[in-house]
């Protein structure tokens, strides 16, 4: 072999050097992109479950506000039955609640303990008769809070 010769392995090494270098670079930039994409679907099924939440929420809140501002339902009605009524649907938003200090970021969870709070208020006070008004404002006041937080708390809309 004359010494201007390069070794006739030379250019196989090389060649599998590169191809083992691109294989390198490909699979870190893959397992990359796929955290990447993994992490967008966690936030959106996090994002899902505090949006359906606070959407049932809202939902029986308002069957709760129509009950009370119904008197004609309340008239219909034993004052023991609205209070049931009042009170199933409290159940549901205590039920969201426990599952709010499970999913969602602190405040939320905190906004969500406020409008059980409120709307167990609302509904204790329903066949009495006593304190509506202010606690239909609590908990209005307590839905505008949480759903504010809910917002914030939603990883996709940032």
Do not use: C
Not at 82 to 87: I, T
């Amino acid at each position: 072999m004359s010494e201007n010769q390069t070794p006739w392995w030379w250019g196989s090494a090389l060649t599998g050097a590169f191809v083992v270098v691109a294989s390198i670079i490909a699979f870190i930039s893959l397992r990359a992109s796929d955290r990447r994409k993994l992490a967008r679907e966690d936030s959106r099924q996090w994002d899902g479950l505090l949006k359906d939440g606070y959407m049932e929420v809202a939902t029986v809140l308002n069957d709760l506000l129509r009950l009370q501002m119904t008197h004609d339902t309340i008239d219909e009605l034993k004052p023991h039955e609205a209070s049931s009524v009042a009170r199933s649907m409290v159940r549901v938003v205590r039920g969201r609640a426990a599952e709010f200090e499970l999913i969602a970021p602190r405040p939320a969870a905190l906004a969500m303990k406020e409008v059980a709070d409120a709307a167990d208020a609302l509904a204790g006070d329903l066949p009495k008769n006593l304190n509506i008004k202010g606690n239909e404002a609590r908990l209005q006041a307590a839905e505008r809070n949480l759903l504010a937080e809910v917002k914030k708390s939603m990883r996709l809309l940032k």
